[in-house]
């Protein structure tokens, strides 16, 4: 059974710092790149990052960039999204996937990300 399950959401305030975890199992880690989406109440869903899990190339949406770093230990099938200097427009429900060419992605069930001003 595919999972992909996030943690470390919560209540910050502006400028603060917080990491999220998405550890998956149930896949071949290494085939797949593994994302970072993020909704905000009555907002589309959007990409924040993205890390292949073969080569570790890593994209950032323009939004975050500079504050927000993704790594991964392929070890423990885990991606980590390492978020500094909050702003309270980063609040939103953060959901990781795993993608690739072979089928639809897999999505974990989110965490709350809360920045107060």
């Known amino acids: 059974e595919v999972q992909l399950v996030e943690s470390g959401g919560g209540l910050v305030q502006a400028g603060g710092s917080l990491r999220l975890s998405c550890t998956t199992s149930g896949f071949t880690f290494e085939d797949y790149a593994i994302g970072w989406f993020r909704q905000a109440p009555g907002k589309e869903r959007e990409i924040v990052s993205c890390i292949s899990s073969w080569d570790g190339n890593i994209y950032y949406a323009n939004s975050v960039k500079g504050r927000f770093t993704t790594s991964s230990d392929n070890a423990k099938n885990t991606v980590y999204l390492q978020m500094s200097s909050l702003k309270p427009e980063d609040t939103a429900v953060y959901y990781c996937?795993?993608?690739?060419?072979?089928?639809?992605?897999?999505w974990g069930q989110g965490t709350q990300v809360t920045v107060s001003s």
């Open positions: 996937n795993a993608a690739n060419y072979l089928g639809p992605p897999y």
